[in-house]
Structure formats: structure tokens, C-alpha cells
């Protein structure tokens, strides 16, 4: 069934949404994007999406086309026509189409940003059967730019990444620099946990700074378990009790192989499963 997706002002049925070729989210990756999951039809974290999207914008220098309280009635009433239960709202904010191919970037007040958002449909996506048995990695050199921090749509290193994994028979790759030292997953932030002390690498220019990562650290406080922020190889990870990535659509996801080493007792462990617990059940009480 087609979906109604948004396209600078209008809703659309997918096929006739059209954004120009000469559009710098197209030709130059000069754009950035959010994805929010959605639990019984509200939205997670969102407020938290909100202001990651404006700090990505104006580390950008470039403009919100429109204000937050349109961006809230965008992803709802999305949600709403498209009759999502479960799923995610993707958000990408563009520097818009100057008319022409160009490095230089255009006048903000001559050419407006766009802005388009759609949903996907994943029904059960709580209950994702991934999570019961957990996911194996690989690592592979983080060779991505140096603005990590910045949540732009250049994702064709992270694309081969996950290909690399595939190819792998794994699941999914970690990115390691400096030494195997790690930075994050493909599309998650990483962590590992060893005597029950939760380790997860420090916020910098060098990793998304996940909205999943801030609400774990903050639950995981909040009951009393140990949080490290610090750099860790995929060594110590190898040699941990269990390893977990976060994100919006994946939420706490399972880690329980890396570079073909199997961690702890090759299982999810307790400390994950009950992180992913306490996160669902939270953001489910927090959505809105
Ligand atoms: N990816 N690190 C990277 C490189 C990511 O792409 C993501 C999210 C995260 C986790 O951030 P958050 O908890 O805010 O989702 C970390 C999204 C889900 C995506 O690209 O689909």
C-alpha cells in the first residue's frame, strides 16, 4: 500500500513525492536526517531527536525550514495516515536546490532548506526476535569523516560496512581506529560490560552523540549501575561479559561475538536484557 510521506509542505502519496536532481542532499550528501521509532503509535525520545537535529543544523549553518512545533505535527500526523503502530519516522533536512551544481553553498535566504519525512512500517519492532539471541560483529577501520558528531546522510561507508558484515555471515560491524580502539557501530553506539560496570567511549566529534546512549546512561544511573564514558578495544571487548549497541530503531540489541570471539557465555546477558527493559518500558511511559 502506497504511503503518505511529506515533501516541503505537502503531504503525498509516495509516488508522487519529487525532490529536484539539483538538490544538494542529492549531489553533494549536504543534508542531515533523524530516524524516531514509533511504540503503540507515539513517538520515543522525541524531544531528544529535536535537539540533535537543530545542533546538527547549525553546525551546518543552515536554517530549520520549520519550527518544532510543525516538526511535532509532521511526525504525528504521518504516523496517524499511515496507521504506523510500530515503526520509525525518517527526517531528513537538506540544504535545498540552488538550481545548479555548485561547491559553494548557496545563500540561505535566496534558497530555502527542504525537508521531506516518511514512515516504515515495523510492526513488532519491539519484539525484534534479534534480541533474544543477539548479534555478532565484526570491526572494521572507522574511515568516515572527522564530524561524527554531525548526523549526516554521507552513509555509504556505514552501508559497506554492514556489507562487509553480511559478507562476514555476521551481523553487523564496529568501527575501530587508533590501534582497535572502537568509535561505534555502522547505525548504533557501542558498549560493553565487564563486572557489571558499563562501558560506553565519551561523547566527542569522533561518534553520534545517540539519543538511545543519553536515555541508557541516565536509566542505568538512575538503578544504580556503574557507568564508565571511556574509550575500549576490541580486545577488552572481546574479553568482556557482554557487549550491547543502542540506537532508535534497535533499541538495546544483544552483542555476542566479535571478529569471531564469542563473549561470555555467548548469550545475551543479564545486564542487557535488563537495560533493554527498562528502556522500553520507560520511553514507552515517556512517548508522546
Ligand atoms: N542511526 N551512531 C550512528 C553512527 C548512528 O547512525 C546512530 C543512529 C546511532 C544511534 O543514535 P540514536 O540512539 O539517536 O538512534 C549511533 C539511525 C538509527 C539510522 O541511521 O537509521
Redesign the pocket.
Given at each position: 500500500m502506497s504511503r503518505t510521506v511529506y515533501v516541503n509542505g505537502e503531504y503525498l502519496p509516495e509516488e508522487e513525492a519529487k525532490i529536484s536532481i539539483f538538490d544538494r542532499g542529492f549531489l553533494m550528501a549536504d543534508a542531515v536526517?533523524e530516524?524516531t521509532s514509533v511504540l503503540g503509535g507515539k513517538l520515543i525520545d522525541f524531544a531528544?531527536?529535536a535537539e540533535?537535529l537543530h545542533r546538527s543544523l547549525a553546525l551546518l549553518d543552515m536554517r530549520q525550514p520549520v519550527t518544532d512545533e510543525e516538526l511535532l505535527a509532521i511526525h504525528r500526523e504521518l504516523v496517524a495516515r499511515n496507521g504506523i503502530e510500530d515503526g520509525l519516522v525518517y527526517l531528513q533536512v537538506t540544504r535545498g536546490n540552488p538550481g545548479d551544481r555548485d561547491f559553494a553553498f548557496p545563500d540561505p535566504d535566496q534558497v530555502k532548506a527542504g525537508i521531506v519525512l516518511f514512515t516504515q512500517s515495523k510492526p513488532g519492532l519491539a519484539d525484534n526476535p534479534a534480541a533474544k539471541v543477539g548479534m555478532k560483529v565484526i570491526s572494521i577501520p572507522d574511515i568516515r569523516w572527522g564530524r561524527?558528531d554531525i548526523?549526516t546522510v554521507q552513509?555509504l561507508y556505514?552501508s559497506i560496512g554492514k556489507m562487509m558484515a553480511k559478507k562476514a555471515g555476521c551481523d553487523d560491524a564496529w568501527f575501530v581506529e587508533d590501534e582497535g580502539v572502537v568509535t561505534?557501530?555502522?547505525?548504533?553506539?557501542a558498549y560493553i560490560v565487564k563486572g557489571g560496570k558499563i562501558v560506553t567511549r565519551q561523547l566527542s566529534e569522533d561518534?553520534?552523540h545517540?539519543?538511545?546512549?543519553a536515555a541508557i546512561l541516565r536509566f542505568a544511573r538512575e538503578a544504580q549501575m556503574v557507568v564508565e564514558e571511556r574509550a575500549f578495544t576490541v580486545a577488552e571487548a572481546q574479553a568482556a561479559d557482554e557487549a550491547f549497541v543502542?540506537?532508535?530503531?534497535a533499541f538495546v540489541m544483544p552483542v555476542v561475538e566479535i571478529d569471531g570471539v564469542a563473549l561470555g557465555s555467548g548469550e545475551p546477558g543479564p545486564v542487557t536484557r535488563r537495560l533493554r527493559e527498562i528502556y522500553l518500558e520507560e520511553s514507552r511511559k515517556a512517548a508522546i
Open positions: 536526517y530516524v531528544g531527536h540533535r561524527r548526523k552513509l556505514p561505534e557501530g555502522t547505525s548504533n553506539n561518534i553520534l545517540g539519543i538511545t546512549r543502542t540506537s532508535a530503531s
